[in-house]
């Protein structure tokens, strides 16, 4: 009887666990199981519709797979410039970023790039902070760059409670932004150019600008004089130079610790 109560305890698990496997295989939802472009394409006639190439007078110029699955890379000439924004499979979603591979991340360790900060004009900079802090940061922001509003986010937080750190904002357009360009003389402009700052990434309309300023353009050649092609762009009071979004834990550390 025992056996016999075993060999049934046996089989009802063995059961259950086949009745298990087979409802998870019936569960599971189509998929690519081969290259991704079996599944997947975009042309580039879909990728200039998906980007408004013609509102914003842009070429798509080539259409790839991205570095990192899920991702179209698509490329693109705007006048005498061009660039590369990513495309999700879903064509849902834009995609503005730099990847780097792994491997290479060993590569990357080098010495952070370091730039004259006392030779960068900064009399028409936005300040955000105290003006007369001892410690002064340039950032190089787009208006319509979500990274630079997460940041802008940051800075707020950092100026709240340190009186010792001001944020010098320099107005740096992107290509990839058509409004950005107009956004950027509307901010430098401005009597309270601080509080447009605040309305452009709180994604707000901002008025068009008060005074014809070459402030903008100054700044487009400056950036690509210091080999900033991208923004958030940081300098730190000792003139290093850090790419990208940082969080505000992050730059406290970076401002507090010089080399």
Request: aromatic share 8%; glycine share 6%.
């Amino acid at each position: 009887m025992k056996k016999y109560l075993l060999s049934l305890a046996f089989l009802s698990v063995f059961t259950f666990s086949a009745l298990a496997a087979d409802q998870s295989m019936a569960f599971q939802g189509p998929g690519c199981m081969g290259s991704c472009t079996d599944c997947h394409s975009l042309t580039r006639d879909e990728a200039s519709k998906l980007l408004k190439a013609d509102k914003f007078n842009s070429v798509i110029k080539d259409v790839r797979m991205g570095p990192v699955k899920g991702l179209w890379e698509v490329e693109f000439n705007r006048g005498d410039k061009g660039g590369v924004v990513y495309i999700d499979f879903s064509k849902k979603f834009l995609v503005e970023a730099n990847f780097t591979p792994l491997e290479k991340l060993a590569e990357d360790l080098k010495p952070i790039k370091k730039v004259e900060a006392g030779k960068i004009p900064v009399d028409k900079a936005v300040v955000l902070g105290n003006p007369k802090a001892e410690k002064k940061v340039i950032v190089f922001d787009d208006p319509e760059c979500p990274y630079c509003a997460k940041l802008h986010a940051e800075i707020k937080k950092i100026i709240k409670k340190r009186k010792d750190v001001a944020f010098l904002i320099k107005l740096f357009p992107l290509n990839i932004h058509p409004e950005a360009y107009e956004k950027s003389k509307a901010i430098v402009c401005g009597d309270k150019p601080a509080a447009l700052l605040d309305d452009a990434f709180a994604g707000k309309k901002l008025p068009k600008a008060a005074c014809a300023t070459q402030e903008i353009d100054n700044n487009i050649k400056l950036a690509q004089e210091l080999g900033i092609s991208g923004t958030p762009a940081l300098i730190l009071p000792d003139g290093r130079l850090l790419p990208g979004y940082v969080p505000a834990d992050t730059l406290i550390n970076y401002i507090d610790n010089p080399q």
